[in-house]
């Protein structure tokens, strides 16, 4: 609150005037941002014919600033010089509001105000030292540097920037006005693995997220239209989540896809929900436009999560490359081209909340986007292993035994199959075999031959661990065995519910399996799985370990373990040092129950076998 006191004389009046004044204004303020506490000398100049003015503005915070300078009442003309120390900077918003808010900070330097009332110019050079919020973004950026002002222009030359975590990049501006009117301006930025975009999630945006990336961006526009053009990569820690309209339930067909997303209304704001084709409102047409027109080189060091069910907590997470282009209007909608191929992910998917599983999402799985996000085609392979499934429960004890000499206990890949438009997939399931040989493949396929049993075996592998039976076919001992298998997996899929609540890292998933075999408890099998990265996304990590009850021979272990470890020795990945170590067969009787290995992996996409000649490229850039 302003508070003015102090005194003004004025004397000959008809003749020659005088006129003295000496004010004090507590909480100055100008243009809502405050400036101190001002004590203002003002005096009438006799030879210039005009006002002398004279003000001190200081605040607690070690802020002055020293305005001297002429006020001429009959010509509507001014001439001040300004010395600023530590002067604060809030008043800025004024000009700037529909951009940057939030601005903190104080200039130093020497400036002067001058021209008419109403055609104001400035002038001088200073340094700005404080930080400002660009809305669209929702990211908080600290800009220290030196700033010049001419007539009817501002520049900053190649000025260091930080974002909030100390990451830097450089930033040039130039800003044109007409007398503080019709305002113009060219940003131009490079980052270095900066956070360029940062919302949480809210009922009003169908995606969320912390952004780190790296490039350039060039901002140009006005007090009425916003132009962005970025050309940027993702950096470490980037979590990008984008929540689906659709979302499942368990039905007789297994699973059916129904929209239950809750609509978010309409906001007259700057930043509304691009996902949802919005309505131009009166409102909405006098609002500031933004453009935006972003080309993303997306790598493993970014995060991307589906979710599929926010009741239930499903989501799809992966990291992946590609190439994409995203062209996204204020009032209008977002479009996005390109391919996002994954390199590693996974499905944490749930059936009524009692079955919680965790798929691996194979490498190779990719969605497809050719305008609006909605209908983008997804083709996504995802697995999940039971390592210990009794295959007399399918095909009968004799059958079973007739195929394998040693034992009827095999390894079986529940694979799920999503394909089709993102909002309206379509889900396909299978089982393969992975450690048998085809003439077991082909009498398991004979015994599932329909989709709907399909989704029974599905159903039976994911709750109880085991294939269906019939009822006309099974056992007092197969029922007893499955209502144990049934209690252990519904405490399993409980345990990964409270895990993943628990532990919520962005480039590590966490996983417990627990099943029984024929046995019931005393065939217990314990198992943990975990997928991640480290040393800056470039080591890869697969693993599966635990503990069984069931050993076969003397000598053997309990201990469970799987790992793959991938090492990328290339940005893109296409070149990887591979070292594994894989269970031949849990419950085999062999001395040996793992094997060991180490390799290279190449990957090269082509269109013809000629592209895979190394000099092909070369030949082609020459001419």
């Not at 609002?287 to 989501?315: E, K, Q």
């Not at 709907?452 to 009822?471: A, I, K, W």
Request: glycine letters at 8%; aromatic letters at 10%; one cysteine or more.
């Amino acid at each position: 609150m302003e508070v003015l006191h102090g005194e003004a004389t004025v004397t000959n009046t008809f003749k020659s005037p005088e006129f003295n004044a000496h004010l004090n204004i507590k909480d100055f303020t100008f243009n809502q941002g405050k400036l101190g506490d001002a004590s203002i000398y003002g005096t009438w100049d006799k030879a210039q014919n005009g006002l002398y003015l004279n003000a001190d503005i200081h605040d607690k915070n070690s802020s002055h600033s020293q305005v001297k300078g002429y006020i001429w009442i009959p010509r509507k003309q001014l001439s001040l010089d300004i010395e600023a120390q530590n002067t604060s900077t809030k008043f800025l918003e004024y000009y700037v509001g529909n951009i940057a808010s939030n601005i903190k900070g104080s200039a130093t330097g020497h400036f002067r105000v001058y021209g008419g009332f109403k055609a104001l110019n400035v002038s001088g050079n200073g340094k700005f030292d404080g930080s400002f919020k660009i809305n669209v973004l929702n990211t908080t950026f600290a800009l220290r540097d030196s700033i010049k002002l001419t007539e009817n222009e501002m520049l900053l030359n190649n000025a260091k920037f930080e974002d909030m975590e100390r990451h830097s990049g450089t930033l040039s501006c130039t800003v044109y006005h007409k007398n503080f009117k019709n305002w113009n301006y060219r940003i131009q930025a490079n980052a270095n693995n900066m956070v360029v975009y940062n919302t949480a999630e809210t009922n009003g945006l169908s995606f969320y997220g912390k952004l780190y990336g790296s490039g350039n961006v060039t901002l140009v526009g006005n007090t009425s239209e916003l132009n962005i053009n970025a050309a940027l990569s993702p950096g470490q820690k980037t979590l990008f989540t984008y929540k689906m309209a659709q979302v499942g339930s368990l039905n007789n067909q297994f699973i059916h896809f129904v929209d239950k997303t809750p609509r978010r209304p309409t906001y007259d704001s700057l930043f509304i929900n691009p996902m949802d084709k919005i309505v131009k409102t009166e409102n909405e047409n006098h609002g500031m436009d933004i453009h935006m027109t972003v080309s993303i080189d997306a790598n493993p060091n970014a995060t991307v999560r589906v979710i599929v069910d926010p009741r239930s907590g499903d989501y799809i997470q992966c990291t992946g490359n590609g190439n994409l282009r995203v062209d996204y209007y204020n009032k209008g909608d977002i479009k996005i081209f390109g391919t996002y191929t994954v390199d590693q992910g996974i499905y944490k998917f749930s059936l009524q909340q009692v079955i919680r599983k965790n798929f691996d999402v194979r490498q190779g799985s990719a969605i497809t986007f050719n305008g609006d996000p909605g209908n983008a085609n997804i083709d996504m392979n995802a697995s999940y292993t039971v390592n210990s499934v009794s295959l007399s429960d399918l095909v009968g004890q004799e059958m079973a035994t007739a195929l394998q000499s040693s034992h009827s206990n095999l390894k079986v890949n529940c694979i799920m199959n999503i394909s089709g438009a993102l909002q309206k997939p379509n889900v396909k399931f299978g089982v393969e075999l992975p450690n048998e040989d085809e003439e077991v493949q082909r009498i398991v396929r004979t015994y599932i031959g329909t989709d709907d049993q399909m989704n029974m075996q599905m159903l039976y592998l994911l709750s109880v661990g085991r294939f269906y039976t019939p009822e006309y076919t099974q056992t007092t001992q197969q029922s007893s065995n499955t209502m144990t298998s049934v209690l252990s997996s519904t405490l399993s899929g409980q345990l990964n519910n409270m895990l993943s609540q628990a532990v919520n890292i962005p480039n590590w998933n966490f996983g417990i399996n627990g099943s029984t075999g024929n046995s019931g408890w005393t065939d217990l099998e314990l198992e943990g799985m975990l997928s991640g990265r480290l040393l800056n996304n470039r080591l890869l990590i697969n693993g599966n370990f635990g503990y069984r009850d069931n050993t076969y021979s003397t000598g053997q272990t309990n201990f469970i373990g799987d790992f793959d470890f991938q090492w990328l020795l290339n940005k893109n990945g296409n070149v990887r040092l591979k070292a594994y170590n894989k269970a031949n067969d849990r419950y085999s009787t062999k001395t040996s129950l793992n094997t060991q290995g180490m390799g290279i992996l190449l990957k090269k996409d082509f269109n013809s076998w000629l592209d895979l000649l190394p000099w092909r490229k070369k030949k082609t850039d020459d001419e």
